[in-house]
């Protein structure tokens, strides 16, 4: 049943829909053996995601905060090897994700926009490929799983490199497939059975191979590709159920 809201859904219904079953989530997931670092609850077990073959997932999406591992990972980077709870900040968040807005609203150091196409918790609606913001507009920019949706992720790219100003910072997670060398796309696989098959989701464009740090500096960004998941010990990888392998892509414009 799980799976098929998923595929079935559109998406801002899905958002609406998953914020109220949130706050129900924790009462039936109550348990000890895993923990949501974003909220610190606790769980006896983690719910299933995604739509099918490599993309469905058993136990990696918590019931109470809706963070998924590549979630519960970026917040532990960002508590432990940055400023961003700490530092005044302009920051752009686009395509917000659930379980880091309502935090990131109310965080006092943050000057904090959200963007999307559609989203209904977005402040501004917009199509990525043309920005509606002025060169050098923020400090800070988070634009996670996203590039893989768009029509042309190199002119994406170009856009949130104009619109961070020098010396900012982003974070640009993607699916990434670690045993391709250059990015797969081919625009005649145009149906969503097929995409699955070749791009990992239905509505995913392209799949990004190891050239995806050159496509981010071909874009203006000097990229630090941080293994920060490998400094965490097996027992906590396991007890916060995060993504073993999974890499920080962290763009900077200097």
Partial sequence: MFHFLLRTIPRPLLITFSLWFSKIAPLIYYGKKYQDPISGKTYRKFLPYGYSGRAKRKNVLCPGSLSLERHRLLWLYLKHKTDFFTKPYKMLHIAPEQ?????????????????????PIADIHFDLHKAPFEDNSFD??????????VENAEVCMKELCRIMKPNGWGIFQVPLDTTRVITYEDKTIVSETDREIHFWQKDHLRLFGLDYKDKLANAGFTVIVDDFINTLSPELIEKYRLPKGEMIYLCKKL
Wanted: net charge positive.
């Fill in 140 to 149: 800070v920019i988070f634009c996670n799983h996203v590039l893989e949706h």
């Fill in 99 to 119: 379980c880091f807005y309502k935090l990131f609203k109310v965080q006092k150091n943050l000057t904090y926009t959200t963007g999307d196409y559609n989203s």
